[in-house]
């Protein structure tokens, strides 16, 4: 396991249409998240699961956007009706529970651009 | 609302050059502060300050928490072009589960 893997790395799509990030997490951490990060700003939180459940989601995660981890290992985010405001690097990282935040770890991000 | 502020936002320094990055938190049951380097992609992990005072040292980089003042310094001495990236501080706040709370990030370009 070499680390969090996300994919695509980059996705293009027109407005409207919807769109499906992976994100394949540490195998032994049982906490992952998903950020976004647009240009010139830091990362911001949109969800969190521990093991399957999805425990905490920020106000930033409109209806349009929906997050599942089905078996407790991988995950995926899906925007609808994707708009233009939704272009953004979407981040995911994955941690162990008792691991503190050292064990925090990020994956490469997949970079979402609607046009 | 918990926020954390990064100063300056971009910086542009010669190699060899010492630079100071600044990060002030408003956290709520504030926890930990974290420092990240970011070059075009994943945020890849540099420092965890838990405490006030107690210097953390990796190569040339160093950081310090200073609790009652609520910032962290960030210190690159003898910067070279590698140094180059966004530099990133987040604070975790206690009742949260383990998000972080981003600044905005420091831009610095090390110029040969």
Redesign the interface.
């Known amino acids: 396991d070499t680390g969090?893997s996300q994919d695509p790395r980059h996705k293009i799509t027109k407005r409207g249409q919807n769109v499906t990030f992976r994100c394949d997490p540490i195998s032994e951490h049982n906490?992952l998240?998903w950020?976004r990060q647009t240009l010139?700003?830091?990362?911001?939180?949109l969800t969190?699961f521990?093991n399957e459940a999805q425990?905490?989601k920020s106000r930033l995660l409109s209806d349009r956007f929906s997050a599942e981890r089905p078996k407790g290992s991988f995950s995926t985010l899906e925007i609808q009706r994707t708009e233009q405001g939704d272009s953004a690097m979407y981040?995911c990282a994955s941690?162990l529970l008792g691991g503190?935040?050292?064990s925090?770890?990020?994956?490469?991000?997949t970079r979402l651009t609607v046009v | 609302e918990d926020k954390v502020v990064q100063s300056p936002l971009s910086l542009v320094v010669h190699e060899g050059d010492t630079v100071t990055l600044n990060c002030s938190y408003e956290v709520t049951n504030f926890r930990s502060l974290l420092w990240y380097k970011q070059e075009k992609k994943a945020p890849t992990f540099l420092f965890m300050l838990t405490s006030s005072g107690i210097e953390k040292k990796s190569g040339r980089l160093s950081s310090i928490l200073d609790k009652k003042e609520l910032f962290s310094i960030l210190n690159i001495t003898a910067t070279q072009t590698g140094d180059s990236a966004v530099y990133l501080c987040a604070a975790v706040a206690g009742g949260s589960q383990g998000n972080l709370i981003f600044g905005k990030g420091t831009k610095l370009s090390v110029k040969p």
């Open positions: 969090v906490r998240y950020y010139g700003q830091g990362p911001e939180f969190y521990q425990l905490e981040l941690s503190g935040n050292m925090y770890t990020f994956g490469s991000g």
